[in-house]
């Protein structure tokens, strides 16, 4: 991966992170992650992602969020 990609991504992580803190009412409260799954597969950019999860009572809850890709070609 060359530094232009590691500084978008990095960019792009500190971005999402930014995003999801100024949304978030209250912290998440994850026991256990049941599942993740991401939308767009191998594209190098921002993602539609989902994570569903058992809180700390068991209850299952969902949550939608915006996250930088897996690229399929990180390696070269």
Known sequence: MNWTKLAAAGFFALLNVAAVSAHADTRLDVKK????????????????????????????????????????????
Not at 34 to 49: D, F, K, L
């Open 33 to 76: 992650v049941i599942s993740t799954v991401e939308q767009g597969g191998s594209h190098c950019g921002i993602v539609n992602a989902r994570m569903t999860y058992l809180d700390s009572n068991g209850v299952q809850k969902v949550l939608d969020y915006s996250k930088f890709g897996e690229c399929a070609n990180q390696g070269s």
